[in-house]
């Protein structure tokens, strides 16, 4: 059973920083493309930013400059360095990972359960 469990989510003041963590559990073959996705209230999911595994990064132009996103292949996880957070930010805030896993041998697109990011002005 392969969960993606995301951490690091909270409330902070216009202008700080918060890091996002999310780390697939189960027996996992591969992880191809992972990225971080977020839904604000009455908005639609949108992609806030994405890597490969090779480390290729693409970001939201909302969150260029701002943002980081980075994974440790060793350890299965990604993060997002989120700085100079804006109201505009509050979100929940949605990790993704393509994963093969042992039973599903395919590329399979897995998602966590979102972690509440509120920035307060």
């Known amino acids: 059973q392969v969960q993606l469990v995301e951490s690091g989510g909270g409330l902070v003041q216009a202008g700080g920083s918060l890091r996002l963590s999310c780390a697939p559990s189960?027996?996992?073959?591969?992880?191809?493309?992972m990225g971080w996705y977020r839904q604000a209230p009455g908005k639609a999911r949108e992609l806030v930013a994405r890597?490969?595994?090779?480390?290729?990064?693409d970001y939201a132009d909302a969150v260029k400059g701002r943002f980081i996103i980075s994974r440790d292949n060793a350890k299965n996880t990604v993060h997002l360095e989120m700085n100079s957070l804006k109201p505009e930010d509050t979100a929940v805030y949605y990790c993704n990972a393509q994963i093969t896993t042992f039973r599903i041998n395919q590329a399979t697109d897995y998602w966590g359960q979102g972690t509440q990011v509120t920035v307060s002005s």
């Open positions: 189960g027996i996992i073959f591969s992880i191809n493309n």
């Open positions: 890597i490969t595994r090779g480390g290729s990064k």
